[in-house]
């Protein structure tokens, strides 16, 4: 008897705006369940995809084509359950992808990759041993602080915003929840998960040590898993084959690890949620931590945001009901201002640079206040935001400066291995030893980097000794001295056995690390974000510099034996700013209150929605003419959710070239998330037609940015 092949509905990576639909229809010999992983030929290719709904497919059959069928299945890899599958789909929709590309995206590349064979093999692989769970875990009594945010995290449906100090032990608070789930758990159905985001990689070792220490026992040695971009592939799927199979109960990651196949979760965590790397900036430009909160809606889990210095987005979400504000917030906050085993926090010391010589980079009593430190054997922390030696070099006869001939920007001088190297394109080039305009000589480096920090720092240091009668010694940490491989390891576990005395860095210094003996940290420099175009300048700058500062005086310990105060020195010369201000009393609520305010009377975000449509093109003209032409089409075809739309004009970006491209953008704003939703989606082919048109033949690419950081 002839079989009727069914016909399945296939998600899967096609080249994006290529015109075919989100979903390909193929033939199968047997029916096979949504979720259900599968190769399919695709052209001359054969290609993974992921079998989705029929309800939801709108299939394509091009007239009289015959199905091709489908290739095979993933043996031993369960379907994806629905819950994923709405996430995805939802993520597609919001930041207006297609949907097979955000499904591919969010499977480990390997799954795409591998053989059958291969895969079956690595299915094989015996599963780490279950741990002992009549082994109880030994508890630390908690704060009274922790203690409540806890019991109110156990009673409410949340989301919770948990607004701690840094040190206030947020992450004791985390482990204590995904314990408790964990223990609820009674085996009846898949295994219950948590998933807990941090913002980088880096600090996934440190998170992970806590975690494994705290679980493994208990759970076994598989319990715990990461998912990161700096995993090997292998390490990756392994990982989320472990989620995926529920073998894994605690999944760590940074934003990827937010499209986990996580069939059981029952509690997401985002620690510092504010931070700006929760946004992907390329394909779906999607926000981990709003996606979360959608998961965890959608899936029934707990969602917990952290931070010391929260998003005013998650603030504001979180505000209290008042009598004008009967509602309040959709989140609940919970606040622990208070510091667990450490010192005070730091006092903040500001200095005038109006009262200083001109160019002076580190002013008198900062340069005192560290060599004092040194002399008594306490470490401190320098910060920068720009790395090299200084941002341009400049001929004092031709006024030539050091500008990358394939971007609106300079080329950054390093000193250390003598190259002018573009930021933005990473074209590099040898110092020249003359102009290369006039052959002049006198040519210098203006402005300064960390490499400069740390040269003069060191300058100015040679005479001061550490208790041991050993010379001070200064180190840099940033981008540049951390490509290697185990780079930053290294140059932590430095510091950590106290080898360095003053280190200088970027930000990336300023994150989360567990410094004890920092007892000084310094921004030189850090004026340039409050003038800065971007709205949300000032409030990253405050985050920064909090999170800064909460890595001083770690240790209340070591402070006390040290009879010494921590401090957080700012040289500006705007000290009064209200930026400062706060910093100086450490009260995030009055800096959000203020912000709040400016934002609320400017209607920007969170009062009000944004989008960004951006064209890159060889010349601007090309880039904003079809930024105008799809603008001009959406009026006059009048599209849905247009009335409630504001439409800006297309302006080039602040960086308008980049490796020869030229990039232009316009933005949208709402007071209604819903009515952008609605105009993006309707506008979305309406740019698609417009891109087709030969005037736009110049135009490279085109995306829509959803809720985008920078402006
Ligand atoms: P945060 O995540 O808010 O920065 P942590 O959870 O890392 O804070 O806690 C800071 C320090 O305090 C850590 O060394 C941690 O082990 C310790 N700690 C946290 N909670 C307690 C507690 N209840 N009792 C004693 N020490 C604690
Ligand atoms: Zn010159
Ligand atoms: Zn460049």
Redesign the pocket.
Known sequence: MPVHPSIVHVALHTPSHSGVGDLLSYASERPLAPGTLVRVPLGSREVLGVVWDADQATGELPDGATLRAIAGMLEGVAPLDAHWRRLVAFAARYYQRALGEVALAALPPQLRDLKPEQLARRLRRPATPAGDTSDTIEN????AE?ESARARIAAEKGPFLLF??????????YLRCVQEMLEADKGDGFPAQALVMVPEINLTPQLEERFVGRFAPRFGAGAVVSLHSGMTNPQRLKSWLAAHSGSARIVLGTRMAVFASLPGLKLIVV?EEHDPSYKQQEGARYSARDLAIWRGREQGAKVLL?S?TPSLESWHASRPPTPEDPEGGRYVRLH?PSR???GALARVRRVDMNQQPRRTVFSAPLLQAITERVARGEQSMILLNRRGYAPVLHCVDCGWKSDCPHCSAHQVFHKTDRTLRCHHCGFAVRVPHHCPSCGSPDIHPMGRGTEQLEEQLAALLRNVQRPDGNAARVARIDADTTKAKGALEAQLAQVHAGEVDVLVGTQMIAKGH?FRRITLVAAVQPDGALFSSDFRAPERLFALLMQAA?RAGRDAAYMAAQGTQCEMWVQSFHPQHAVFEALRTHDYPAFATQQLKEREEAAMPPFSYQALVRADARTQEVAQGFLSAATAAAHATGLPGLDLVTLFPPVPLTIQRVANVERAQMLMESPSRAALQRFLAAWQPVLQTTRSQPEHKGLIRWLVDVDPLAI
Request: hydrophobic share 35%.
């Open positions: 630390i009594a908690l704060t922790q701690g100090s840094t040190g206030s032990g947020k992450t004791e608070v620690d952290g010391a622990m667990i085993g450490a567990d909460g």
